[in-house]
């Protein structure tokens, strides 16, 4: 199709292009100034939100007064997580084509629901789903689901495996419900992430029933000391712990699980990714499990509400979520019955768009810079005087000093520079900081740059 230059006899459509244009060029302009604002909005900045702080109007504001105040108050106390010296939390910044994607989507503002609701929709996820499975390479005839976060999609994950197991021990959980049913035991990592025990207790297991597997000082799970397993567990194994990036070993203790004829679920939010590199060994054997989870909005730098749940039996996680109307045609494959989301954004397309762009080459080229730059970081911080608390055999980097008081007045002095953000966390009951490299953005001199401001504040009194 040609591009047309926009013309239109409806003043109202002039009108909503022009606040779009308006909104696109704040987008523009935030944007171009990446880099050159603090990373971590002012004291001052965070007292303007104030401004936000109006009465629920009457009658309604322009909507330009509304796109004003967003941007001229809300991008001042904006985190430039889109930027490259931003560390915390595994966020990764977003490709551009995503977010272009994104807004082209947003223009189409279709359900995507399944192909009745947007067939383009349903055609674009169909695609990503088929190269998600591909670049992780994982069993090719999976259903994929496109979610809001490895939060939802651990929920169904761990929905569809309870369902799953009770069926294989002839229960009919939709319809007999959990009362009286077979019990389910969980068998999880000690140092599961926080959503995993979320979607526990928000499905009812009861954190006293879970077993926790325990784990070596590299904060994987030790085969040794894994519990017994059966065909009633569910076993939570992890591919990029939250800390130290470290992998379960999923070659042994998935053996160990599919013996015992166990349901093994990955929560594999950031570090699955590891698999489209060259350092694929890390998840050698991950894709012998049941199901797993991955974010888009992290390590593959998507916008956010990005991740998919992904399940080696379709039936499995289209029986969990299914959700079928009178007025809609049956389709096993449409995505409402693979998600929590009936009317959902598709949130495959930036995925899609990201992975056309970057290809295999560039999807490996991220995951290999942004760990060779943690590295990086981890030898630089090293040479300045700190402890590096983990392996650095991925992108995640623990630090501290020797002193706890100093390692928080180093983190909160970093934290105020502005040249930087990161977070802090525990490690093995050591305060710690926590850097994480995810964004495309980030070079060698941003990292550069940190280690010379952490140089600085090592004895920062
Ligand atoms: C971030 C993270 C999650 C949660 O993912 P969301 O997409 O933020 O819900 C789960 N597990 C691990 C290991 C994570 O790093």
């Given at each position: 199709?040609?591009?047309?230059?926009?013309?239109?006899?409806?003043?109202?459509?002039?009108?909503?292009?022009?606040?779009l244009?308006?909104?696109?060029?704040?987008?523009?302009?935030?944007?171009?100034?990446?880099?050159?604002?603090?990373?971590?909005?002012?004291?001052?900045?965070?007292?303007?939100?104030?401004?936000?702080?109006?009465?629920?109007?009457?009658?309604?504001?322009?909507?330009?007064?509304?796109?004003?105040?967003?941007?001229?108050?809300?991008?001042?106390?904006?985190?430039?997580?889109?930027?490259?010296?931003?560390?915390?939390?595994?966020?990764?910044?977003t490709?551009?084509?995503?977010?272009?994607?994104?807004?082209?989507?947003?223009?189409?503002?279709?359900?995507?629901?399944?192909?009745?609701?947007?067939?383009?929709?349903?055609?674009?996820?169909?695609?990503?789903?088929?190269?998600?499975?591909?670049?992780?390479?994982?069993?090719?005839?999976?259903?994929?689901?496109f979610t809001?976060?490895?939060?939802?999609?651990?929920?169904?994950?761990?929905?569809?495996?309870?369902?799953?197991?009770?069926?294989?021990?002839?229960?009919d959980?939709?319809?007999?419900?959990?009362?009286g049913?077979?019990?389910?035991?969980?068998?999880?990592?000690?140092?599961a992430?926080?959503?995993?025990?979320?979607?526990?207790?928000?499905?009812?297991f009861?954190?006293?029933?879970?077993?926790?597997?325990?784990v070596?000082d590299?904060g994987r799970?030790?085969?040794?000391?894994?519990?017994?397993?059966d065909?009633s567990?569910?076993l939570?194994?992890?591919?990029?712990?939250?800390?130290?990036?470290?992998?379960?070993?999923?070659?042994?203790?998935?053996?160990?699980a599919e013996?015992?004829?166990?349901?093994?679920?990955?929560?594999?939010a950031f570090?699955?990714?590891?698999?489209?590199?060259?350092?694929?060994?890390?998840?050698?054997?991950?894709?012998?499990?049941n199901?797993?989870?991955?974010?888009?909005?992290?390590?593959?730098?998507?916008?956010?509400?990005?991740a998919?749940?992904?399940?080696?039996?379709?039936d499995?996680?289209v029986?969990?979520?299914?959700?079928?109307?009178?007025?809609?045609?049956?389709?096993?494959?449409?995505?409402?019955?693979?998600?929590?989301?009936?009317?959902?954004?598709?949130?495959?397309?930036?995925?899609?768009?990201?992975?056309?762009?970057?290809?295999?080459?560039?999807?490996?080229?991220?995951?290999?810079?942004t760990?060779?730059?943690?590295?990086?970081?981890?030898?630089?911080?090293r040479?300045?005087g700190?402890?590096?608390l983990?392996?650095?055999?991925?992108n995640?980097?623990?630090?501290?000093t020797?002193?706890?008081?100093?390692?928080?007045?180093?983190?909160?002095?970093?934290?105020?520079?502005?040249?930087?953000?990161?977070?802090?966390?525990?490690?093995?009951?050591q305060?710690?900081?926590?850097?994480?490299?995810s964004?495309w953005?980030?070079?060698?001199a941003?990292i550069?740059?940190?280690?010379?401001?952490?140089?600085?504040?090592?004895?920062i009194?």
């Amino acid at each position: 199709m040609t591009h047309r230059p926009f013309a239109s006899a409806d003043p109202a459509l002039d009108e909503e292009v022009a606040l779009l244009a308006d909104a696109d060029q704040r987008a523009r302009s935030y944007i171009a100034g990446i880099g050159s604002r603090p990373v971590f909005p002012t004291e001052r900045d965070i007292a303007g939100l104030s401004a936000f702080r109006e009465s629920l109007p009457g009658e309604g504001h322009a909507p330009s007064s509304t796109v004003r105040l967003l941007d001229d108050v809300g991008s001042a106390g904006a985190v430039e997580t889109n930027g490259g010296r931003y560390f915390g939390f595994v966020t990764g910044a977003t490709l551009p084509v995503a977010a272009a994607a994104d807004r082209i989507a947003l223009a189409w503002d279709n359900s995507g629901t399944s192909s009745a609701g947007s067939p383009v929709s349903a055609v674009i996820e169909d695609v990503a789903a088929g190269w998600l499975l591909d670049i992780l390479d994982l069993p090719r005839s999976s259903a994929v689901g496109f979610t809001t976060s490895a939060s939802a999609g651990t929920v169904i994950a761990l929905a569809a495996a309870r369902r799953s197991l009770l069926a294989a021990h002839g229960w009919d959980l939709d319809r007999a419900g959990l009362a009286g049913s077979p019990t389910i035991r969980v068998v999880a990592s000690e140092l599961a992430h926080v959503v995993v025990i979320k979607a526990l207790r928000i499905l009812g297991f009861g954190l006293d029933n879970i077993e926790w597997a325990p784990v070596d000082d590299f904060g994987r799970i030790d085969p040794e000391k894994l519990p017994a397993l059966d065909s009633s567990t569910i076993l939570i194994l992890q591919a990029g712990e939250v800390n130290s990036g470290e992998f379960d070993p999923f070659d042994r203790v998935i053996a160990i699980a599919e013996s015992a004829g166990a349901w093994v679920h990955v929560d594999g939010a950031f570090g699955l990714w590891a698999r489209a590199s060259k350092h694929r060994e890390l998840t050698s054997g991950v894709d012998r499990a049941n199901s797993w989870t991955v974010d888009g909005h992290k390590w593959l730098n998507t916008p956010y509400d990005s991740a998919m749940v992904i399940a080696r039996d379709p039936d499995a996680l289209v029986g969990a979520m299914k959700s079928e109307a009178v007025y809609l045609p049956p389709a096993p494959d449409a995505q409402r019955n693979r998600t929590l989301e009936f009317s959902r954004r598709a949130r495959g397309i930036p995925v899609w768009a990201a992975l056309r762009t970057l290809g295999r080459a560039g999807v490996a080229d991220l995951v290999e810079r942004t760990m060779s730059l943690a590295s990086y970081a981890a030898d630089g911080l090293r040479e300045a005087g700190y402890d590096v608390l983990n392996r650095v055999t991925l992108n995640q980097v623990l630090v501290a000093t020797d002193d706890p008081e100093q390692t928080q007045r180093v983190l909160l002095a970093a934290q105020q520079s502005g040249r930087t953000w990161f977070g802090q966390t525990s490690w093995r009951g050591q305060l710690a900081f926590r850097i994480s490299v995810s964004s495309w953005r980030t070079t060698r001199a941003d990292i550069d740059d940190l280690v010379d401001l952490l140089r600085s504040l090592r004895h920062i009194g």
